[in-house]
């Protein structure tokens, strides 16, 4: 785990967020940015802050939220996710990750730092909960029932087979069981929801079912759980911070040896593609463009490059876009009004696909396909 920043360094209109501040209250209703750690960190005009925020995740995560805090003056909501079930298990003795360098360290000095560092609110550091693991998540229930904070959130990073029909009532039951708002973080290679076609219908049940849940480190996935009564959520500003593989894993991709372009959310058919994908769909049509203040009017073809710049540029595109959905979605009473609005919209993506390309000349094969998650959401009951 990264180190803290010192209590006595904390930015001071902060201190105010101590341990008594609940945090359900300063959360909810919002969609915040996955931001990873390993970047200089940055204030970002696309986020609301009325409704959105910052996630920092990943080593040095404190480190790096304290620098957001203190230089580059971001005031807004905030959490800190060091992710610590991307290297440790959760076992029944040992849920918690608590730091290895210190001497008698406890969760109580763990969720502290977080505040100290300029967390708005604090999240426990949970271990991964492997498939079928009733014991280390009985355990993690435990621990949460013991905390005495009303600041914190129980982080529940749990293997995807955990929505499957077999699990996913256990999985319920044990997040009803604990009393603070609970941040889900799914585990599994490329998209969770993919991996089987029950997943984006339990994973609806878990959000409705148990009170006060968060769906963390995820794509549009976001806007469904949103939808669906989450208390909040959060997008990943890459794919590595969109979803979360099991320790001892490395993250599969397409192409491992090769140079690493942005993904880029593609406004009309609601899904995240490739700038290398787009390019050459596109390469012989003309591009889709994007009305946004960063695209202008422009290409979305135009991100297939490699340099910081441009990564920058195609994040702050995808953060405006969503961002946008986010306030179409606020405009919203939560219920029968907000799923229509959102299975209607999900509907009118999965229409267009057929229509670009046609337009660009590509059959269904070589052409764009819709995601399952967007087609699960456009078909499911709304209720």
Known sequence: MSNPAPFGQRPPALRVLDASVPATPILAGRVLLHEHSRFIPRQRNAIDNDLGGVVMTGDNAETRAFKLRTEAGFTGTMLIDSAPYTTHTATEDEPFLLPQDQMFATLDDTLGFQKAAGASAALTPTGYIAPGASKPLKAVIRAAQRIERVDTVVTVPVDVTWLSNERVGQLIAACQRINQPKALVLVGQFDPLQHAKVIPANLRRVISEAEGMMLLRTDLAALDAMVHGALCAGIGVTSSVRHSVAPGERAKVSKPNGPVYPSILMPELMCFKGAESLANRYANAEPATCPCEVCNGRGLDRFYKTDSETRVEAED???????????????????????TWW?????????????????????????????PPLSAWATLPAS
């Open 317 to 339: 595109h995808n953060i405006l876009i969503w961002s946008t959905w986010v306030g179409e979605m606020a405009g919203y009473e939560v219920g029968p009004k907000r799923k």
């Open 343 to 371: 299975q209607e919209k999900c509907a009118a993506a999965i229409n267009r696909y057929p229509l670009e390309n046609q337009r660009i000349g590509l059959s269904t094969k070589r052409g764009f396909q819709p995601p």
